[in-house]
């Protein structure tokens, strides 16, 4: 059984940095894509950003420039990078993979893990 645990987040002041981590266990073949998401108190999860086969990687515009995703498929762990955090960067964020299992895609998500900019 597939399982992504994050680990990482925390408090920290603005213009301050973290850094998130997610673990993936129970997968032979690693995932194709793996990413972040993330849900602000009364708003609708968004994507931060996705790391694509470890080739490619996609951001929210918001955090282009700020945040750095980065992926060690030995591991199966993704990571990411935030600096320059801002209030608005409060939120859960969430893990999440995808991969084809017998032709068929599908997606597995973490716990979350809460991050909080505030002065």
């Known amino acids: 059984q597939v399982q992504l645990v994050e680990s990482g987040g925390g408090s920290v002041q603005p213009g301050g940095s973290l850094r998130l981590s997610c673990a993936a266990s129970g997968v032979s073949n690693g995932f194709m894509t793996m990413g972040w998401y993330r849900q602000a108190p009364g708003k609708e999860r968004e994507l931060v950003a996705v790391?694509?086969?470890?080739?490619?990687?996609s951001y929210a515009g918001s955090v282009k420039g700020r945040f750095t995703i980065s992926r060690d498929n030995a591991k199966n762990t993704v990571y990411l990078q935030m600096n320059s955090l801002k209030p608005e960067d409060t939120a859960v964020y969430y893990c999440?993979?995808?991969?084809?299992?017998?032709?068929?895609?599908?997606?597995?998500w973490g716990q979350g893990t809460q991050v909080t900019v505030s002065s």
């Open positions: 790391d694509i086969n470890g080739r490619s990687s």
């Open positions: 999440h993979a995808g991969q084809f299992v017998l032709g068929k895609w599908s997606t597995y």
